[in-house]
């Protein structure tokens, strides 16, 4: 397996822009997180899934934040509109079962303008 | 609230000597603990995974402790190489399984 992907691996856009990531967990994997790393904050979570419905969003800073996963191999976190302090890393992670390790993509690195 | 804390400041040891890098929380009783290792522009990748009921873990040259009494993990890298340098990242059982990060510590092994 190619492990977890995610895309685009750099965006920069301006404030106000919408902005789509997105991830492929590893085939098999029921639970799939989306994170945001910064230098101030560390790694926070900020939603995650399990078998494609939505547990927990309760770290999804704004309303300007969204996150889907329309099928087991697919999902997307928007931000609209985009804000410079939206600036950080965002991973996508994924996981086999409750309490297993979890496997993180290489991370997309967003910068808004 | 929960809080997790790691060295902030980085550990800086020789080659071929142990390091021991420091995880202490409170106002938490997790069930598990995890270590993850994060280099620079990549994803935190796991290493061990301790339970509340297991005291020590070994894997290879890495060895996890987990001490509920002083709520309190030490993880250690034996025989330390320059290829250990890096962030490593403390993972609390956050409930209803996620897990809650450390800011984590930088470790430099220098030659």
């Known amino acids: 397996d190619a492990g977890v992907i995610q895309s685009p691996r750099h965006e920069v856009t301006e404030m106000g822009q919408e902005v789509t990531l997105r991830c492929k967990p590893i085939?098999?994997?029921?639970?799939l997180f989306w994170y945001r790393q910064t230098m101030m904050r560390g790694l926070e979570l900020l939603i995650y899934?399990?078998?494609?419905?939505?547990?927990?969003d309760s770290g999804m800073p704004e309303d300007r934040f969204s996150a889907k996963m329309p099928n087991a191999s697919f999902s997307t976190l928007k931000i609209q509109p985009s804000e410079p302090r939206d600036s950080a890393v965002y991973f996508c992670?994924?996981?086999?079962?409750?309490?297993?390790?979890?496997?993180f993509g290489p991370g997309t690195r967003l910068t808004v303008l | 609230s929960q809080k997790i804390e790691q060295n902030s400041e980085a550990l800086n040891i020789q080659e071929g000597k142990t390091a021991t890098l420091t995880c202490n929380y409170t106002?938490?009783?997790?069930?598990?603990l995890q270590w993850y290792r994060q280099d620079p522009g990549r994803g935190p990748v796991f290493l061990l995974l301790?339970?509340?009921?297991?005291k020590e873990k070994r894997k290879e040259r890495l060895k996890v402790t987990f001490d509920t009494t002083l709520k309190q993990s030490l993880f250690h890298i034996t025989a330390s190489q320059p290829a250990d340098s890096a962030t490593y990242l403390c993972?609390?059982?956050?409930?209803?399984?996620?897990?809650?990060f450390g800011k984590g510590t930088m470790l430099l092994v220098s030659p």
């Open positions: 301790i339970r509340e009921n297991e």
């Open positions: 899934f399990n078998n494609n419905v939505p547990i927990d």
């Open positions: 992670a994924s996981s086999l079962v409750r309490e297993s390790e979890q496997f």
């Open positions: 085939s098999g994997h029921d639970y």
């Open positions: 106002n938490y009783s997790p069930a598990y």
């Open positions: 993972a609390l059982d956050g409930g209803y399984s996620t897990l809650t």
